[in-house]
């Protein structure tokens, strides 16, 4: 058998080494510990607009604090798998907050995915514990997993009786999995993607510098958390002392509402595929004044990129596989033939 090189020698080295050398090393924080700098920096700021109300800091750290003591109660810690499946609201938030604060990694679920698809991913997951509420009909029984509903009274009770101090560090790794999140996967059946606490810390503290997002900021979550996009929306504003606006299922395909709702919560920033940009762009062009646009997930037309940047403050297009992290690759736009050079399929 015989072998060729069909990189020049140069041209290998940038491949394997010079494009693969991080600029840094490991970082020595975590989402939790960035998370608590935030809400000891100002813990009345607004932290979360959610359900038509505003979370402060504080309130949103307490609530995921008596959650990640009742999950630690439950033997919760570094890699012990949570299965979350809630609809999109203030729980939900603090309940990923609460597994990240106890070391252990969470699977996303959304509640409208096929039951069939949400068994698969239950069963070949086989999480310790599931939080849900009784809203949700979609997640199997689940062997010997404990089973926490939210809104159970019982739940509650035990809940409000818990400290809302933070509770104590839980003595995890930065390469333990933060999440586990299922892709498509080649052959269309779901495939589970671990990803460590330092990638995902990588990527949030990257995101953060690179927006410059600032507590002010308000940047409007849209996107299911089984899509591992999520993350970069409801952690990066966590972190810089900004504000996720997390808008309803209901808000997320209903083009005016979205809309009204960028208008009346003065969202500064939105991440969101090609897709739903084209839908805002063709019936509320207005909702992109001053704007920061974030796209990704699609082949980025021209056309649309164009129209983007006349309407928005900024516009980014980014790129990359949910095995790097979210996104590898991000270009500032200025036009659409920056995007005829980038496109990222």
């Known amino acids: 058998m015989g072998r060729t090189e069909v990189l020049a020698p140069e041209l290998l080295r940038t491949v394997l080494d010079g494009w693969n050398e991080p600029d840094a090393g490991a970082p020595e924080t975590s989402v939790p510990e960035l998370f608590a700098a935030a809400v000891a920096a100002d813990p009345a700021a607004v932290a979360l607009v959610a359900d038509g109300a505003e979370v402060s800091y504080g309130e949103l750290d307490a ?20 299965a979350v499946a809630l609809p999109r609201g203030a729980d939900l938030v603090a309940t990923l907050l609460a597994v990240l604060k106890t070391g252990g990694a969470y699977v996303p679920l959304d509640p409208e995915y096929p039951a069939e698809r949400v ?27 404990a089973r926490v509903l939210l809104d159970d009274p019982a739940v509650r009770d035990r809940l409000a009786a818990l400290s809302g101090e933070a509770p104590e560090p839980a003595p995890v790794a930065g390469d333990h999995p933060a999440y586990t999140i299922y892709t498509s996967g080649s052959t269309g059946r779901p495939k589970g993607v671990v990803v460590t606490r330092d990638n995902l810390t990588n990527f949030v503290q990257d995101m953060r510098d690179r927006f410059a997002l600032r507590p002010g900021d308000r940047l409007a979550a849209v996107t299911t958390i089984a899509f591992d996009i999520a993350g970069l929306e409801l952690y990066t504003p966590l972190v810089s002392g900004a504000a996720v606006v997390l808008a309803t299922r209901d808000e997320v395909i209903d083009v005016p509402a979205l809309a009204a709702l960028l208008e009346s919560t003065g969202a500064s920033v939105m991440q969101a595929t090609p897709t739903l940009w084209q839908a805002l762009v063709s019936q509320h062009p207005e909702a992109l004044s001053g704007l920061r646009v974030l796209v990704g997930g699609e082949a980025l037309p021209a056309g649309l990129a164009s129209r983007l940047c006349e309407l928005g403050s900024e516009v980014t297009n980014l790129y990359g596989p949910t095995e790097t992290t979210v996104w590898s690759t991000a270009a500032r736009l200025t036009g659409p033939a920056a995007v005829e050079r980038r496109a990222p399929h």
Do not use: K
């Open 119 to 145: 068994e698969y991913i239950v069963t070949d997951a086989a999480p310790a514990v599931v939080v849900t509420d009784s809203s949700v009909s979609s997640v199997p029984a689940t062997g010997g997993a």
């Open 63 to 82: 609530r995921a604090n008596r959650l990640a003591r009742l999950l630690s109660g439950l033997g919760v810690g570094p890699e012990t798998r949570v």
